[in-house]
């Protein structure tokens, strides 16, 4: 018979040298792309994600056009180098699946209503990936989106949660996923008006550890959204500044030209 693997030692640390209920490190930037309305580049662990969001602006052709709200478009793909083996570039049913489920998450939270007859289009990329990848592209388009100023009910931040030998563990990253026993559920919340916008999950659990599970990935959601809230308070600080240096160059050569311009 195989030897039982260990997840979690004595400790409680896992593999990776984390608690049970730690996420991975996280590193969010914003407005990284100068096309885009808004932008954001997300670290998760090894996922690396870069998303764009275009819009809202006309969407064409014009017979898939819905005047009484905005159409949103979630496309989520993987680069071909970004798994361990290459990926068919063609879109599959995996990333399908994952652009329909994140797009309607992110509905949830967009006043849509405001903009009839337009499409607010959101492209992530994922450039590497180590289990988690949805819920990366999914908590990075949110930034993206409250970065490119689209008005919204709420944040929706994601996380995902899981067991992985017998024990209930947060984030699971890809040898967790691939436990005999594992059970991945990636979700996604709106923190404030505690609203769940994702529920996926792979594997069976008990009522009672499914619970815990839920619980576990409420509270990691709650964690990330901490993070895209720090991250987007930063770069509004960045932007004050930078308005507030031109503000005072251009007051500085308001000086100058009056000052010239005096009789002397
Ligand atoms: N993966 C892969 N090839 C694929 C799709 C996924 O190697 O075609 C890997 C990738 O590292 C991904 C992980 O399997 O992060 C788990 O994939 P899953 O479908 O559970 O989605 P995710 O956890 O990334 O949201």
Avoid at 41 to 58: A, I, T
Avoid at 112 to 129: A, K
Avoid at 164 to 183: C, F, S, W
Avoid at 228 to 239: G, H, N, V, W
Wanted: proline share 5%; glycine share 6%.
């Amino acid at each position: 018979m195989a030897e039982e693997m260990t997840y979690v030692n004595s400790d409680g640390l896992r593999l990776d040298g984390r608690k049970v209920d730690e996420l991975r490190e996280i590193k969010i930037t914003p407005s990284v792309l100068s096309r885009a309305e808004g932008s954001c580049y997300m670290e998760w662990g090894q996922n690396k994600v870069l998303v764009g969001v275009y819009g809202p602006r006309e969407a064409l052709p014009q017979h898939i056009q819905d005047p009484t709200k905005a159409l949103v478009s979630f496309i989520y793909r993987m680069a071909t180098f970004s798994v361990s083996e290459r990926k068919n570039p063609r879109p599959g049913r995996r990333e399908i699946e994952i652009s329909k489920v994140c797009g309607e998450a992110l509905e949830a939270a967009i006043f849509l209503e405001r903009f009839p007859n337009t499409t607010i289009d959101i492209y992530t990329h994922i450039f590497d990936s180590n289990a988690g990848t949805r819920v990366t592209a999914l908590a990075a388009a949110a930034v993206a989106l409250a970065d490119a100023g689209i008005p919204m009910k709420d944040m929706v931040s994601s996380c995902a949660v899981g067991r992985a030998g017998g024990n209930i563990v947060l984030d699971l990253n890809k040898y967790e996923e691939d436990a005999p026993d594992a059970v991945d559920m990636p979700m996604a919340i709106m923190p404030r008006k505690k609203e769940v916008v994702l529920l996926q999950m792979d594997g069976l659990m008990e009522k009672k550890q499914w619970f815990e599970a839920f619980n576990l990935g409420v509270q990691g959601c709650m964690s990330v959204y901490e993070m895209q809230k720090d991250a987007l308070k930063k770069r509004y600080l960045e932007i004050e500044k930078d308005a507030m240096q031109e503000i005072e160059k251009a007051g500085a050569k308001m000086d100058k030209a009056a000052k010239e311009g005096e009789p002397q």
